[in-house]
């Protein structure tokens, strides 16, 4: 059974930082497309990062120069790095892994609440 | 930038009856385009991606149709646990691809 768990989130004053992990089970991490997606309070869904197969990785404009997103292939588990934050920056962010290569989203997991706030 | 609508933004129906849930592509998108369903307090869970396939697990009464610009979602007969928010999703130019602001399907 495919599991995608998530930790890291909380309240972050702005211009700080926050890493957000994901561990997977089921499948392997490397052997697919992997991605963040967030969800202000409210508001609909946002692409934010994905790392492919090969290692490359891209960015919504919104996170890029602040957010880094990696993998760990021994744990498993997938990380996004958020620097420089910001209150727009507030959401839950799901970890998602991508159908094929293709750019669906075929298993989220249950996401981690990030609270930009002084 | 591509950009996605959905409409309506609420949709009221009764349930056994049928909803049909519209998104329209700024441009074309081809068949790349897949549909989410949202419930309170959870995850988005996939119904559908290339415009009409099924996710694994996803029940018949779930169907997608369309290409191009034009898609709809139609949910045959409504059960209780089809009332959610559905959003669609364009993967042509992933990444980024773009989601719609949502359809929220609600029991009349």
């Known amino acids: 059974e495919v599991q995608l768990v998530e930790s890291g989130g909380g309240l972050v004053q702005p211009g700080g930082s926050l890493r957000l992990s994901c561990a997977a089970s089921g499948f392997t991490v490397s052997s697919n497309y992997m991605s963040w997606v967030r969800q202000a309070p409210g508001k609909g869904l946002e692409w934010v990062s994905a790392i492919y197969t090969t290692g490359s990785t891209y960015y919504a404009d919104s996170v890029k120069g602040r957010f880094t997103i990696s993998r760990d292939n021994s744990k498993n588990a997938l990380y996004l790095q958020m620097n420089s934050l910001r209150p727009e920056d507030t959401a839950v962010y799901y970890c998602?892994?991508?159908?094929?290569?293709?750019?669906?989203?075929?298993?989220w997991g249950q996401g981690t609440l990030v609270t930009v706030s002084s | 930038e591509i950009v996605m609508t959905q409409s309506p933004a609420t949709l009221s129906v009764s349930p056994g009856e049928r909803a049909t849930l519209s998104c329209r592509a700024s441009?074309?998108?081809?068949?790349?385009l897949a549909w989410y369903q949202q419930k309170p307090g959870q995850a988005p869970r996939l119904l559908i991606y290339g415009a009409s396939t099924r996710a694994t697990g996803i029940p018949a009464r779930f169907s997608g149709s369309g290409s191009g610009t034009e898609f709809t979602l139609t949910i045959s007969s409504l059960q209780s646990e089809d009332f959610a928010v559905y959003y669609c999703?364009?993967?042509?130019?992933?990444?980024?691809?773009?989601f719609g602001q949502g359809t929220k399907l609600e029991i009349k």
């Open positions: 999703q364009q993967y042509n130019n992933w990444p980024p691809g773009a």
């Open positions: 998602a892994r991508v159908g094929y290569t293709s750019g669906w989203f075929r298993d």
């Open positions: 441009q074309s998108v081809s068949s790349n």
